[in-house]
């Protein structure tokens, strides 16, 4: 008679743990949108997970009742977790759908696809950037396309009941000549905050300025403030979730080495960029992109490597005002993971947390001493903080 172990059944007995993209968390990083499905993503699905109510939702399941039948990224979440956003170039997701990219919005409440990039030429969609921001309940959406035969990256505002248009147009400027390049819209849809570049938006003043412009979709632009990357390349630009942080990459490479310095602006705190972190790594991937913002904006969580010799990518959380930083990425022996974690060749945002930093969502590739089957690919895990446990995400 054939004898299993009760440590074997009960791994035998575990839900799947199922491979994780690309991924994206609500403020209180309860409410999840990911990707998932073939180990390859070559068509990657998105779920929607309310780790509170156990609630799963695939989203992107066609009306011919298969799952999309092309591949949906570039995933945006609410701050509140009840709306979310992607692109896709499925064709089974919407009435007589063709094969050009879109921007789609799902909201919880009617659990229902809606497209907000109708107008806009499908190549420059399909040219998009990976930048995107949706309000709660889905009301203002945000996104980055271009460039494209001489037109450059432009930054769209689709409205609920409305077309997508311009930011610049929007407000009542003139278009664009230069590359707008990162959006955040506010939860409640009306403010907004950008990185521009063109002189449209500087009062008209006859130079061009990479810079920050804040303000809100009725009263137009009330600050602007400049951001000092011009030789170099800006990295991930993040705002926390009550719009009162904000943090940049300045990324400079040399050779093999990437010297990645972080700068964070507090309002009512800083005078001016403070510049809080200087690394160089090596060989890194998706670098710029790696930086999130804890709710209220104290603390920054970005991808490193181990040391200077391991060069297996941890995630780590750094208060910014003490200096003190913490690996993350780590398993409930607090031992880091041997293997890639944050981050992965299909991935563009892969850690979050919640208002506080308590908790922390990051992938990884490593099983950080959980005896589960499964894990070679990359998986959702949950760092609680506080009490020091690491589980999966399932």
């Known amino acids: 008679m054939l004898m299993i172990s009760t440590a074997l059944l009960s791994m035998l007995l575990l839900p799947s743990v199922e491979p994780v993209g690309d991924f994206v968390a609500s403020a209180d990083a309860k409410k999840i949108l990911c990707a998932s499905g073939s180990p390859s993503f070559v068509k990657s699905q998105l779920r929607y997970m309310d780790l509170e109510t156990g609630d799963r939702f695939d989203l992107t399941t066609g009306l011919d009742g298969k799952e999309a039948d092309h591949s949906c990224t570039n995933v945006a979440i609410s701050p509140s977790g009840d709306a979310v956003a992607f692109t ?31 107008g806009i030429s499908p190549d420059v969609v399909n040219a998009r950037k990976h930048d995107m921001s949706v309000s709660d309940g889905g009301r203002t959406v945000m996104f980055v396309t271009g460039p494209l035969n001489g037109v450059p990256e432009r930054l769209w505002v689709a409205e609920s009941g409305k077309k997508a248009v311009p930011l610049a147009t929007r407000l009542g400027l003139g278009l664009p000549a230069k590359e707008d390049l990162r959006a955040s819209v506010g939860a409640d849809g009306r403010t907004f905050t950008a990185v521009v570049t063109d002189r449209t938006y500087n009062s008209g003043k006859e130079f061009y300025c990479p810079m920050v412009v804040a303000g809100s979709l009725d009263r137009g632009i009330v600050t602007r403030m400049p951001v000092d990357y ?79 010799v391991n060069t297996s ?19 409930n022996e607090g031992r880091p993971g041997k293997t890639d974690a944050g981050g992965d060749a299909v991935q563009m945002k892969a850690f979050s947390s919640n208002g506080d930093g308590s908790t922390v969502l990051f992938t990884g590739r490593d099983r950080y001493g959980l005896s589960e089957p499964g894990l070679l690919q990359p998986h959702l895990m949950t760092r609680d903080v506080v009490a020091g446990k690491t589980a999966n995400v399932r």
């Open 88 to 118: 896709s170039t499925a064709t089974n997701l919407i009435p007589n759908g063709t094969k050009r990219d879109r921007v789609y919005v799902w909201e919880r409440a009617t659990k229902k696809l809606r497209v907000v990039s109708e």
């Open 313 to 331: 990518d941890q995630v780590i959380l750094r208060n910014w005002k003490t200096g003190r930083w913490t690996n993350v990425s780590v398993d």
């Open 230 to 308: 011009s030789f170099h390349q800006l990295g991930g630009f993040v705002v926390s979730s009550n719009g009162l942080t904000m943090a940049y990459n300045d990324c400079q490479h040399d050779g093999k080495l990437v010297t990645i310095t972080t700068w964070v602006y507090q309002s009512g705190r800083s005078m001016a960029w403070e510049r809080v972190l200087v690394r160089t790594e090596k060989n890194l991937t998706h670098y710029p992109y790696m930086l999130a913002l804890s709710g209220d904006g104290n603390l920054i969580l970005y991808q490193s490597s181990l040391d200077k």
